[in-house]
């Protein structure tokens, strides 16, 4: 077995770990990354993020389709070719890995297919899907495995039974279909086969869809859901499930006990991730591996063994891509020797369903649970003469405001394209901005991200689209 | 003396840049944190503030130059003989917290001990000049938790800054009389605290850290250095600070949650961290050094009484304060034969009117200062220039119940010492009675501080700052003289004199030649109807 040497190795080539590795070369460090696929991307592009967006866009054109009968036009039932929806969104995906491949060899990055375990604080041994094995010794590393989805422990091992990493290589558009989760990968996948054609039921142990999300935002979903979805089980527990022919038998409990079956042909768990901390061989080195799985780190994402940084999802939530890059690039720098940390004041959340929701900072959920005082100022969308040309007017734009600065500390939006308008508040949120600076920023004319502007007029009683009657 | 004025730290990552603006030329006066070039780095261009005040005698570089930090780029004069201050460019510390620089808190027990527990009123303290209220931003604690001494609180938001405001005691919170936001006045009480023997003991030092130290790590961008091991700093609390402005106080190493901001919403720009960072070059590890360390609890040796300083004594310990370490101190010593002048004192003195020889020595110092003008005079090391005054005006250090006063005889060298004597009592007795005016105590070029009356066979007094140089008189004692005509030993009262004077301005042969002058003008037997 060879011994090689690298400076910078980093492992896991998602998002997080590509970010990191690319900044480094460009830094000018030699650098190595390991991933067991055969380009950087990681789950985000080959099972996540990608793949499931380029399906949504497809879920979208169905339903805008449908929903154009209403203002006229009427296509038809549509003819959907499961196939080709398939290899459209595999040819997203090769696209975009196949991309990533050529921007690591322009960086001459040394990357290693394979899957590297620690033998010790310096060195990895790595198995090559080649079946070579090797070792390599390190000056610092950065653990970017991300995470994989939580499975459920009573599921017959059945390919009935999906998981999102399944769910998105759509091998048919199953009759009926289960969602056990109402959380955003769970609402994100049922839209998806709910608009290919299944009837979709969703199943949540809590009471309300999206927990932790701010039920004014998680109604205008759910509403618009219910017209869809066939089912929607809040206070739900799932407490069986066995394979029978053509589907999988799912025994219910609600919350006063009672107890109901229900056949379906597919089930998809989606009731969250897990990081990837095992198999890593960390017990060979320093590293502190907390209950939860995720490992320790400092701010500037070092781990408590002092050669060894750890980034995106195995580094603690949220476990998103775009934390995990910044986080990446962030502990470059700071192997670099630069005095930086991660200190972001807002990560923005998205979930792609329809319509959206989006937030950054804090959240009136999260401001009420701390005792904090803010001010919070809604502006619904029915004022907004651009979601009344989408026929959307489905859509809250919020802002969570610091009464004694007037600072901004949290903005949160649902209705359609709130994914894409988040960016004004992550940027409004960071620079400090206070609500009159976006009160004063002309915002363009007819659009959604106007609401953002009305919001913030909203705070001083004078928003031009909404009427409130003086207080005598 | 002149200095070497080199490129100050300005940063662990930053190890030279390029002198964009030399803001000052040769021949030129510059005060202390005086800019005195602008320095372009990586990060951001930033002002080098000078050490020292003096006169640029040298610039080394050119505007445009690249240079390195600790690179000699000026020689200053800053005007001293042999200036004992080695002026060192400072590097960035880490400022302590701002609750250190907060007066202790003030205390009044509210009601009375029940056994060992005890109530106590907390009091917001006087937080600095001017400040009389504040925003009660953030309250730190909850009703029923226990808090030590020197624990943070509350958050005081002032138009200075946010102060951390710390526990006076140790005990329970009972009672929280204000909410996150409330407007409070210094003084109020803001809280319940019991205080007894359910709780531990406050240990004595409580370090008030509330900055991790700045981390002391170089390496080349280029190479990921594995042993790299740097401790970031933790900012706790949320920030109004773009994220290029928090890179850029972490790049100076400095915590942006210190860092008042002068944008909307207490915002934080550029120029704030910029700004922060050059109070901390100038500020330099003197602060740190200055700082004084808590005081040990003394109440676990003994029984000890707290009292509030009267406003002289806080006067007096400030000035003597910035006296003692703005001026290089000499004191010279001598004797002076003062027989004669013992018999001329006691020939005017009468039974009801006992006289000083006080007022004989104004009128030998007015003389004497005119001979030696360097002794009248004040340092301006802002300019580089000596202010000589053509005025003589004496200040008389006065014991008073309530402290130390100087209240200062103008003209001494027009009057008479009978009328010296006169106007002295007058003030002394004014002083007694607290009816001094500010009028009265200023003015002065030169001060005596006559100690003989008391006893003593010498002292070192402190320079009364602005002036440049201050007469100590211990008690005169008979000694034997040896004359040389008669071969005999003949006793004589020898008066003990001490000169303390500014080195800055005076060298050392000049004090003890002013000195000696004084010693033979008492001992001059004429001199008195010469003076008149």
Redesign the interface.
């Known amino acids: 077995m060879s011994t090689e040497h690298t400076?910078?190795v980093v492992i896991g080539g998602g998002p997080g770990g590509y970010a990191a590795a690319f900044l480094?070369a460009d830094?000018?460090?030699e650098t190595t990354l390991v991933d067991m696929e055969p380009n950087p991307g990681g789950v985000c592009l080959y099972r996540g993020c990608i793949p499931s967006k380029a399906l949504l866009h497809a879920a979208k054109i169905l339903s805008e389709a449908r929903d154009a009968k209403e203002i006229g036009i009427d296509f038809g039932e549509p003819k959907i070719d499961i196939d080709k929806v398939r290899a459209w969104k595999n040819k997203v995906v090769s696209q975009m890995t196949g991309g990533l491949g050529v921007l690591s060899k322009q960086r001459k990055i040394n990357f290693i297919q394979g899957r590297a375990t620690f033998v010790s604080s310096?060195a990895i041994n790595i198995k090559k899907t080649t079946g070579e094995e090797i070792t390599l010794t390190?000056?610092?590393a950065i653990l970017a495995t991300g995470s994989t989805p939580v499975t459920l422990p009573f599921a017959p091992s059945s390919p009935r039974i999906l998981d999102s990493t399944t769910a998105l290589n759509m091998e048919d558009i199953p009759e009926k279909l289960l969602v056990v989760g109402g959380g955003y990968i769970g609402l994100e996948l049922g839209t998806v086969y709910c608009e290919l054609g299944s009837t979709v039921s969703i199943v949540e142990t809590m009471p309300v869809l999206l927990p932790g999300v701010d039920r004014d935002l998680g109604v205008i979903l759910e509403n618009r859901m219910k017209k869809h979805f066939s089912a929607i089980k809040t206070n739900t527990k799932v407490n069986k499930m066995e394979e029978i022919k053509d589907g999988i038998r799912v025994t219910f409990q609600d919350k006063d006990g009672n107890l109901s079956t229900e056949d379906y042909n597919k089930v998809l768990v989606s009731i969250g991730r897990k990081p990837n901390s095992k198999n890593l061989g960390l017990e060979n080195t320093k590293v502190t591996v907390t209950p939860r799985g995720f490992v320790e780190v400092?701010?500037?994402r070092?781990t408590t063994d002092?050669?060894i940084y750890a980034i995106g999802d195995i580094a603690g939530d949220p476990m998103l891509a775009h934390k995990a890059s910044h986080e990446g690039r962030v502990a470059v720098e700071?192997?670099?020797?630069?005095?930086?940390?991660f200190?972001?004041?807002a990560i923005p959340a998205v979930v792609f369903t329809d319509p959206e929701i989006a937030w950054c900072g804090i959240t009136e959920t999260e401001a009420t649970a701390q005792g904090r005082?803010v001010k919070v100022i809604k502006f619904p969308w029915a004022a907004s003469g651009r979601a009344v040309t989408l026929n959307r007017t489905d859509g809250l734009t919020k802002m969570l405001i610091?009464?004694?600065?007037?600072?901004i500390l949290g903005v949160s939006i649902c209705g359609v394209g709130a994914g894409e308008m988040i960016a004004e508040g992550v940027l409004a949120v960071?620079?400090?901005a206070?609500v009159?600076?976006l009160k004063l920023s002309i915002h363009p004319h007819p659009t959604l991200s106007e609401t953002v502007m009305e919001t913030a007029e909203t705070f001083f009683g004078l928003s031009t689209h909404i009427y409130r009657p003086k207080k005598a | 003396m002149l200095t070497e004025f080199k490129i100050p730290e300005v940063?662990?990552?930053i190890s030279s840049g390029t002198a964009v603006k030399i803001n000052v030329t040769v021949g030129q006066a510059v005060k202390k944190d005086q800019s005195l070039m602008e320095l372009e780095t990586d990060k951001a261009t930033i002002e080098v503030p000078s050490t020292v005040s003096g006169v640029i005698k040298e610039i080394l570089i050119k505007e445009g130059t690249r240079v390195k930090v600790g690179q000699v780029i000026m020689k200053i004069d800053d005007g001293a003989a042999a200036a004992p201050v080695k002026p060192v460019a400072a590097p960035i510390q880490q400022s302590t917290a701002p609750a250190s620089k907060a007066a202790a808190p003030t205390v009044a027990p509210a009601q009375a001990a029940k056994g060992a527990s005890m109530i106590i009123e907390f009091k917001i303290p006087d937080v600095g000049e001017n400040i009389r209220s504040g925003?009660a931003?953030k309250i730190n604690v909850t009703v029923g938790q226990a808090v030590k001494k020197d624990q943070a609180l509350l958050e005081l938001e002032t138009d200075k800054a946010t102060i951390e405001v710390p526990s006076s005691v140790t005990g329970i919170i009972k009672e929280i009389l204000i909410k996150?936001?409330t407007k409070v006045n210094v003084g109020q009480v803001v809280m319940k605290i019991e205080t007894g023997a359910t709780v531990p003991a406050a240990p004595a030092f409580v370090p008030k850290t509330t900055a991790a130290p700045a981390?002391t790590?170089?390496?080349?961008?280029?190479?990921?250095?594995?042993?790299?091991?740097?401790t970031?700093?933790?900012?706790t609390k949320?920030?109004?600070?773009?994220?290029s402005v928090?890179?850029l106080a972490?790049?100076l190493?400095i915590n942006v949650g210190q860092v008042a901001?002068t944008?909307?919403?207490?915002?934080?720009s550029k120029e704030d961290v910029k700004a922060h960072a050059k109070r901390l070059i100038t500020a330099g590890p003197v602060s740190a050094a200055v700082a004084t360390p808590p005081l040990p609890d003394f109440a676990k040796y003994g029984e000890v009484e707290r009292k509030p300083m009267n406003n002289i004594r806080k006067k007096t310990a400030e000035h003597l304060a910035n006296a003692w370490s703005s001026i290089p101190h000499v004191t010279q010593f001598d004797k002076a034969d003062s027989t004669q002048l013992e018999n001329l004192r006691k020939k005017h003195s009468t039974p009801e009117k006992k006289l000083s020889i006080t007022p004989f020595l104004m009128k030998i110092i007015a003389a004497a200062l005119k001979e030696f003008p360097q002794f009248n005079a004040s340092v301006d090391m802002a300019s580089g220039e000596i202010i000589l005054k053509k005025f003589y005006n004496v200040g008389i250090a006065v014991d008073t119940p309530n402290g130390l006063v100087v209240p200062v005889i103008r003209d001494v060298e027009k009057k008479a010492a009978l009328d010296l004597s006169q106007e002295l009592n007058t003030l002394a007795e004014k002083a007694r009675d607290k009816k001094l005016t500010i009028e009265d105590m200023r003015g002065g070029t030169f001060t005596i501080s006559n100690l003989g009356g008391i006893g003593g066979t010498n002292f070192t007094p402190i320079v009364n700052w602005p002036e440049v140089a201050i007469l100590g008189v211990a008690r005169a004692q008979i000694e034997p003289k040896f004359d040389k005509a008669s071969g005999q030993f003949t006793p004589v009262f020898m008066l003990p004199l001490s000169l303390s004077y500014d080195h800055r301005l005076i060298d050392g042969a000049d004090g003890a030649r002013f000195l000696r002058w004084i010693c033979e003008a008492i001992e001059k037997p004429t001199l008195f109807s010469e003076l008149g």
Do not use: Y
Not at chain 1, 334 to 341: D, E, N, Q, S, T
């Open positions: 400076k910078l480094a830094m000018g460090m310096d390190f000056d610092t400092n701010p500037q070092r002092p050669k700071a192997i670099a020797g630069h005095k930086v940390a200190e972001p004041q005082n610091d009464p004694e600065t007037e600072r960071e620079m400090g206070v009159s600076d | 940063g662990e990552n925003n931003v996150e936001g981390p790590v170089t390496a080349a961008a280029s190479q990921p250095a594995a042993l790299v091991v740097q970031p700093i933790i900012v949320e920030v109004a600070a773009a994220p928090r890179r972490r790049e190493g901001g944008g909307p919403g207490g915002r934080i």
